[in-house]
């Protein structure tokens, strides 16, 4: 249901695209996040985005680096990130959402996709 891609390896500063793939019952939900899982620790909200109007909503630690946007015609959400650091370093998930309240949380999302590695070097 969400096709989650565009993981790697990049030096501190460098930038990657996320991108996650929505289909089936995920069309019916207007929240799509980004959550990321470093080792050791628990799954972290990173990002969201309101389907229908293209909001977007960051963490702090991220804002003024990673932009979120949808592109309506391939049903696709990007996250862009930029300026990456070693702390950025962890498995990112896409997931979906029908709480537009609670897009922090992760026990909202009833949809996950496949985690994409990211890993970013000093």
């Known amino acids: 249901q969400l096709q989650a891609s565009g993981g790697g390896l990049v030096q501190a500063g460098g930038s990657l695209r996320l991108s996650c793939k929505k289909s089936?019952?995920?069309?019916?939900?207007?929240?799509i996040g980004w959550f990321r899982q470093a080792p050791g620790k628990t799954r972290a909200f990173v990002s969201a985005i309101a389907w229908n109007t293209g909001t977007g909503f960051y963490t702090g630690s991220v804002k003024g680096r990673f932009t979120i946007s949808r592109n309506r015609a391939n049903n696709t959400v990007y996250l862009q990130m930029n300026s990456l650091g070693p702390e950025d370093t962890a498995v990112y998930y896409c997931?979906?959402?029908?709480?537009?309240?609670?897009?922090?949380?992760?026990?909202?999302?009833?949809?996950w996709g496949q985690g994409t590695q990211v890993t970013v070097s000093s």
């Open positions: 997931a979906a959402s029908g709480n537009s309240l609670a897009y922090t949380y992760a026990h909202t999302y009833t949809d």
């Open positions: 089936g019952r995920t069309f019916n939900y207007n929240i």
